[in-house]
């Protein structure tokens, strides 16, 4: 059992009046942000806010592009050119890095968000495309991305560092990819259930839909910001590592 655990949120996915979770209840019990940068959810107002958050609590920034998809909430595959993609990954990162930098704090990883993230997992000419970009872009950033997948070979073929990150609020299939969300057991409500995932996690350990049991090694552990209970999850996780003894941080 691990005594180390990165716990990450998607946050900044508000835009003017809709409101999307609640970053201030959040961003204080996690160790890692993942802002929206734009195109998927986020206004400036908002990524700036959630930016000043993050310093305040002394939390971790990550970049959290996407497609160009704020009507599917970037959820929905699209098909671009490797010319396109690089360019947007990098216009969306810098959106972050500027805004860290000009509040006193810095931008520290990149997690692809939604479609894009699963896309990566399981097609290395995507995941080179994307990790290239972020490597042209910063080469001190690193990559967050599903453990376990492909693109953690990618990262290292190209000399990118790769976080590798599992979900408390998700189910896996007997893959070790995450259940598509257009099922109707792929997201996780329930607090308990949640935290005990994030302890299997911790373990090395993950059970499928299906019931069989998956190996997994994971450094960060996210909640998506958007779930109902993602409050009440992250307060559930805290109190469940907090009884076990495993502390909430990265290395």
């Known amino acids: 059992m691990r005594k180390l655990i990165d716990i990450n949120c998607d946050v900044g996915e508000s835009s003017g009046r809709y409101q999307v979770g609640n970053d ?20 400036a107002a908002t990524i700036e806010r959630t930016v000043r958050l993050a310093v305040k609590h002394s939390v971790r920034i ?3 592009p996407s497609y160009p998809d704020r009507e599917g909430f970037g959820r929905r595959y699209m098909q671009l050119s490797a010319a396109d993609l690089s360019a947007g990954i990098k216009y969306q990162v810098g959106v972050i890095k500027a805004l860290a930098e000009s509040n006193g704090g810095k931008l520290a990883y990149v997690k692809p968000h939604g479609a894009l993230y699963n896309r990566i997992a399981i097609d290395e000419v995507e995941a080179r495309t994307a990790y290239e970009a972020i490597r042209e872009f910063d080469d001190s950033l690193s990559v967050m991305g599903l453990a376990g997948s492909s693109c953690e070979d990618v990262a290292a073929q190209i000399g990118i560092d790769f976080i590798s990150e599992a979900f408390a609020d998700r189910t896996y299939d007997d893959e070790g990819l995450l259940v598509s969300r257009t099922n109707t057991n792929a997201l996780i409500t329930d607090p308990s259930k949640a935290a005990h995932q994030v302890l299997d996690v911790c373990s090395g350990k993950l059970q499928s839909v299906k019931g069989n049991q998956l190996t997994i090694a994971a450094d ?18 805290r109190n469940f590592l907090e009884r076990e003894q495993i502390s909430i941080g990265y290395a």
């Open 24 to 43: 201030e209840a959040l961003i204080p019990h996690i160790s890692s942000c993942s802002i929206a940068c734009g195109w998927h959810a986020g206004d």
């Open 62 to 64: 990550g970049a959290h």
């Open 220 to 237: 960060s552990i996210c909640i998506h910001g958007d779930n109902p209970q993602a409050e009440a999850i992250v307060l559930a996780i």
